[in-house]
């Protein structure tokens, strides 16, 4: 039985992570903060779920604490690590810029350390499409140019894919970095788009609908990105003899054992869309606040995932409306609404 260390387990996406790895029969070794950036509640129900798992042993410890990090990875010696936990949020980024230098590099540092003291099977990490930036070809491929990030979150993601890429080279540790696009779904965070527009409109009180509603995400469920990762996982990457011996559609490296891969459900959807599909599961309409574009926001985003099909025979495929339901069903369930 693998043993594997996930990062941020009490988090969104790690958690939907986690509870996929113990049903498949892994161990599976939670660490996470705890922190306030939103209600710790959640996370702690989180965390207490995964627990009925008899695979499951959770830590509470932040990525910053290179000590109690070490300790517990050097004690319990995990044969992949998935790196989930971080500081994010656009929009928080602009208002505490320093907790994301301190959990995004510096705890991604510690967590790099670590796998590679330990010599890893396969060291996976969490990016982002915010690291697209201000790049207007679409749909995103992983092999074009990251250099505009717009905001501090998308700049340290940015970071970690190129101190990942340092690390396979020098250590010879095969890694894989994956970047989200606006992940939805039941057990979300509270910040998100999905949370805040379902709490307003049950409610009866505004939302903010930014760029007057005219903006396109690329929405995967979280169910899809997770059975993406899991997947991933198996597919360890391996230094190339040359850079021809790379397929062009491939984004591993030819300097290293090293591959970032999109996640994402290569459709785009207009947020005046999104918001609709949300006032029509929790049937009422909302009160719409439209607000002009955000400072650090990019009008679009939109995947191209054939790499994770080529890779795992393995595209997202949950449609928007059936995800939105899942997550309002959630939410009454949750909220006792």
């Known amino acids: 039985m693998k043993t594997i260390l996930v990062t941020g387990s009490a988090g969104f996406i790690g958690y939907h992570l986690a509870d996929l790895l113990l049903r498949e029969g892994f161990r599976v070794i939670g660490y996470d903060g705890m922190t306030d950036y939103y209600d710790v509640k959640l996370k702690q129900r989180r965390h207490a779920m995964l627990a009925d798992h008899a695979g499951f042993v959770g830590h509470e410890g932040m990525l910053e604490d290179f000590d109690r990090l070490h300790a517990l990875a050097m004690a319990e010696k995990p044969d992949v690590i998935v790196h989930l936990a971080a500081q994010a949020g656009v929009r928080y980024s602009l208002e505490n810029p320093r907790s994301y230098i301190n959990a995004n590099l510096v705890g991604t540092f510690n967590v ?9 099977d396969h060291l996976l990490m969490a990016s982002t499409s915010s690291v697209y930036g201000a790049t207007s070809a679409m749909p995103f491929r992983e092999g074009q140019e990251t250099d505009t990030p717009l905001t501090l979150y998308a700049a340290t993601k940015k970071a970690n894919e190129a101190m990942a890429h340092s ?9 894989t970095m994956f970047r989200f696009f606006t992940v939805y779904g039941p057990w979300g965070r509270p910040d998100m788009a999905l949370f805040r527009f379902t709490r307003g409109i049950l409610e009866g009180t505004p939302i903010d609908v930014y760029n007057h509603g005219e903006m396109h995400r690329d929405f995967t469920y979280v169910t899809d990105l997770v059975r993406g990762i899991r997947l991933l996982i198996d597919q360890v990457p391996q230094r190339p003899a040359s850079a021809e011996a790379i397929a062009p559609s491939d984004s591993l490296s030819p300097a290293a054992p090293y591959r970032i891969v999109n996640i994402g459900n290569s459709e785009k959807v207009r947020l005046r869309d999104f918001v609709a599909a949300i006032e029509e599961e929790c049937g009422r309409e909302a009160i719409r606040n439209y607000m002009p574009m955000q400072a650090g926001d990019v009008p679009a985003t939109w995947a191209d995932a054939s790499l994770l099909k080529e890779l795992t025979g393995y595209a997202p495929q949950t449609p928007l409306r059936e995800g939105v339901r899942q997550f309002v069903a959630w939410y009454r369930d949750y909220y006792q609404i």
Do not use: K, Q
């Open 112 to 120: 790099m350390e670590c796998a590679r003291e330990l010599g890893v």
């Open 167 to 175: 690390y396979a080279h020098l250590w010879d540790l095969p890694t």
